[in-house]
Structures are given as structure tokens and as C-alpha cells.
């Protein structure tokens, strides 16, 4: 099968991150980059040796395929717009910030029928595979409690440092909870109802998350941006089955540990790989075989938006929120490739 071409939008740490997945992966064809400040197109250009293109609809034109790494606030409108075009679209998370915009997307990407994928890398990491996995196989008996966790400085290299301006980031509670609250859906299913608080303080913002389900499982997330620049990014969770606890420390050494009732620990060998060049590779096969990127869909993207909102509501009142939790949509979202 072909390669299929893809360009780039945006020139941050994203799309640096993604084109330097994209350097091992053989069924892509990086066409060009486009849709940031002519400076950085520059230095893209050269650290990777692809074609800036001056306008968006000149990408569009020569692509199969773009890989959004935009500001969040942007996402509806380049997406729509690829849309337009035929061109089948991956989007950095979180979807979108409003969930009217997110459902806009899915819906206009269905109709186009053109493949939409949000790409939550958590769901293609090493660690979290594993504990995908051992859900999925039952091992150890059910999944009765998750505990997630996330914490790093505070951002300031993104242009104009728009991730510190909660009306165009969501702020760590959208932009950095999701992360965790996605996983949380993608192993357990839909949460009952959530309770949630947070701390803004000049050097400290952060949010925690309890979620409760119908079957009685539980779950928690933490997030947060430190000031502190020595402070490393940390990431981890503490997963409780039946008859295990699987536990993921990114700062230790032996970062996967696995407790048995016996008393007995191991830490077992999981192949290491890059979640971006998984996901992406991921989402080159379903452009090659014609087939949904269920794995991570629009649709996927969308629901993990709506219970990030729903336990910022939570935060900002104090109260349980029940779920399922949509403020803004009326009606179901149809599939419109079925119509």
C-alpha cells in the first residue's frame, strides 16, 4: 500500500515531538508543516528538513492526512476546514475546549467520512497498554480501584503562553487531567457520578478527582503544574484488582511492580516504545485499510472532554456531579455514517 501523506500543523513542542515519531515510521510521508509564526516554520524547516508551507489550504491540497499540534482552542476550526478537503485528520488532545466545538468536529469529519482521531497517547504508552491488557484478560480477577496520577511545572515555552490562560488550555484541569480522566473511562467504562477540588495558588494549580461506579469500582486522578523548574515530570497510577496491584512509577527505577496476595512482588519486562510513533502508526493503518480509529476515536476524544468538564464542575461548586454530564448538546450524537 501507499504512504500516506501527511503534513504538519504547528511548529511547538508537539509538533516537534511528532515529527521526530514520524522519522521511523515508513508509512508516512511528511509533506510539509504549515499554520505557525514564520520563525518557527524556519527552524522547523530546518532541524527537519521538511517544506514550510505559507498557507493552510496549500498543505491541504497535497496531504491525505494532518496531524494537528495547534493550541486547543484551535482545533474545531482546522479541523472542520481539513474536512472540507477530504483529509483525515489525528488531533492533538483534548479534543476541543467547548463541547458544542468537539461535537461539530465528530460530526463534521463523519460526514465527510473522513477518519477523525484524538490522540490520547496514554492509550498507545507501554505501561498503560499492560493495564488495558490485564483488564481485558481478567488475570487478576476485576479492576476495583484506580488511583492516576500527573504533576510537572508550569508551562511558559508555549507561544504566547496560552496553556496559562485557562479560557484557551482549560487550564491542568482540562489540558492535564484528561489524560488520567481518558484512561479512566477507556479501563473502566462510564463513572456514575464524580466529585472533584482544586487548588489555585500563585506556584501550586491542581485538581483531584474521585469517580464512583455503578458496580461499586472507584477510581481517583491528581494533576497539577508546580513552579518549581527542578521539580520532574511525574506520572504513575496504583491499580487494584481482585487478586493484584499493578503499580507504574515513572521516577523509579523499576517503574512496574506487580503485588500478589502472597506477598510475592515482580516487576515485570514490558516492551518499550514510543506512545507517538504507536499512535500515529496506528492511525496510518486505519488510513491504509479503511477501517475507524476506534481505538482513540473523535467520538472517544469527545466523551473524556465531557467528563474532564464534569468534574470541573464539580470543583467549582463543591458538589457531586452526576453523570452522564452534558451541559451543552441537547440531542444523542448520531453516527452519521450510518444515515
Same mark, same amino acid.
Given at each position: ?56 489550504? %496549500?498543505? %491541504? ?179 487494584v484488582f481482585e487478586n493484584a496491584i499493578i503499580e507504574f512509577h515513572s521516577?523509579?527505577?523499576?517503574? %512496574? ?65 452526576? %453523570? ?16
Amino acid at each position: 500500500m501507499k504512504k500516506v501523506r501527511i503534513g504538519i500543523l504547528g511548529a511547538g513542542t508537539m509538533a516537534k515531538r511528532h515529527l521526530t515519531a514520524m522519522k521511523n515510521i515508513d508509512k508516512l510521508e511528511v509533506v510539509g508543516v504549515t499554520s505557525a509564526r514564520p520563525e518557527s516554520l524556519e527552524r522547523i524547516n530546518k532541524q527537519f528538513g521538511i517544506r514550510a508551507y505559507s498557507a493552510q489550504d %496549500l498543505l %491541504l491540497e497535497n496531504v491525505d492526512a494532518v496531524d494537528v499540534c495547534l493550541p486547543t482552542f484551535m482545533h474545531e476550526s482546522i479541523t472542520r476546514m481539513a474536512a472540507v478537503f477530504g483529509v483525515h485528520v489525528i488531533c492533538e488532545k483534548p479534543i476541543a475546549l467547548d463541547p458544542v466545538d468537539a461535537k461539530q468536529m465528530v460530526d463534521t469529519c463523519g460526514k465527510a467520512c473522513i477518519k477523525f482521531m484524538v490522540a490520547h497517547c496514554l492509550r498507545f504508552r507501554s505501561e498503560y497498554v499492560f493495564l488495558k491488557e490485564t483488564v481485558a484478560n481478567k488475570r487478576y480477577g476485576g479492576l476495583v480501584d484506580l488511583t492516576a496520577w500527573r504533576y510537572g511545572t508550569l508551562p511558559g515555552s508555549a507561544s504566547g503562553n496560552w496553556l496559562m490562560d485557562k479560557k484557551l488550555s482549560g487550564g491542568p484541569g482540562v489540558d492535564l487531567h484528561i489524560h488520567d480522566v481518558d484512561m479512566i473511562r477507556y479501563l473502566m467504562g462510564e463513572p456514575a457520578e464524580v466529585y472533584s477540588g482544586r487548588i489555585e495558588k500563585e506556584k501550586v494549580i491542581s485538581v483531584n478527582s474521585a469517580f464512583r461506579f455503578d458496580s461499586g469500582a472507584m477510581a481517583r486522578a491528581a494533576a497539577g503544574w508546580f513552579i518549581s523548574p527542578e521539580y520532574p515530570f511525574t506520572q504513575g497510577y496504583r491499580a487494584v484488582f481482585e487478586n493484584a496491584i499493578i503499580e507504574f512509577h515513572s521516577q523509579n527505577r523499576q517503574p %512496574l511492580t506487580i503485588t500478589t496476595p502472597d506477598g510475592r512482588s515482580r516487576n515485570p519486562s514490558i516492551e518499550k516504545s514510543d506512545p507517538y510513533a504507536n499512535q500515529l502508526e496506528y492511525f496510518a493503518d486505519c488510513i491504509r485499510r479503511d477501517i475507524e480509529p476506534e481505538r482513540s476515536s473523535g467520538r472517544e476524544g469527545m466523551e473524556s472532554l465531557l467528563l474532564a468538564l464534569a468534574a470541573g464542575e464539580s470543583a467549582a461548586t463543591g458538589e457531586i456531579v452526576r %453523570l452522564p454530564y452534558n451541559p451543552f448538546i441537547e440531542e444523542p450524537i448520531a453516527d452519521s455514517r450510518s444515515e
